[in-house]
């Protein structure tokens, strides 16, 4: 049942939620899951639900299996917030015979840990795997290029927290560790990025 908050939203309050998950959205470039969404604008799962379906119904929001993002027509500048915010925490060589793909697929959509699955950034062909943490503002993100596995900090602020820092490096070994877990099917999330990325491949689970 409702909350009576809920039941007694006026259309404005709708039109404010609507708005801000599309600047949300434009802030970032790629994919956002829900519970991403919910957790970055503290709405009510009922209520984005509901702004996310006018969004959708009117082309504004598109969804697939990696989360949310702006139409065509509504996007917004790239490289951005890399540019403004991303820190290093550390970096491992990876053994040569792991593409970047399946490395970032089979993290991709899980929650780790105490990471809670964010979604995807893009940065020209450059993805970044998001998280947040719960109590630490800001995000723990993750990427490869080449053979280099890089995670750092997205802080919300100007200083980073030490336990959002704890959390990256927490990220790495985690990482790790499923690269060398045997393969499974692939999910819902890995298929997605798979095809988001143009490129049939194996998934870590």
């Known amino acids: 049942m409702p909350s009576p ?8 309050a ?10 949300l959205l434009r802030r970032q470039t790629g994919r956002i899951a829900f519970n991403g969404l919910r957790r ?7 209520s984005l639900t509901r702004a996310l379906r006018r969004l959708e119904r009117g082309g504004i929001v598109l ?12 996007h917004r500048d790239v490289d ?10 550390a970096s491992v060589e990876l053994a040569s015979e792991l593409a970047p793909d399946v490395v970032l697929g089979s993290l991709a959509g899980r929650w780790l840990g105490r990471l809670r ?3 995807v950034y893009e940065r020209s062909d450059d993805p970044w795997l998001v998280w947040s943490v719960d109590g630490a503002p800001g995000h723990v993100l993750l990427s490869v290029r080449g053979r280099s596995l890089t995670v750092g900090v997205e802080p919300s602020g100007n200083e980073a927290t030490d336990r959002l820092e ?14 060398h877990r045997p393969m499974r099917p692939r999910s819902a999330a890995a298929v997605a990025f798979a095809a988001e990325r143009e490129a049939p491949i194996p998934w870590a689970s």
């Open 5 to 12: 908050a809920l039941a007694t939203a006026s259309p404005r």
């Open 63 to 74: 969804r697939d299996g990696l989360g949310y993002t702006l139409a065509d027509g509504y």
């Open 14 to 23: 709708e039109g404010r939620l609507d708005d801000q998950v599309v600047r």
């Open 80 to 89: 951005r917030w890399l540019e403004r915010s991303f820190r290093p925490i």
């Open 40 to 46: 970055e604008l503290a709405a009510h799962p009922e």
């Open 117 to 119: 699955w964010v979604g």
């Open 166 to 179: 704890e959390s990256a490096r927490e990220l790495l070994v985690l990482a790790l560790d499923r690269l």
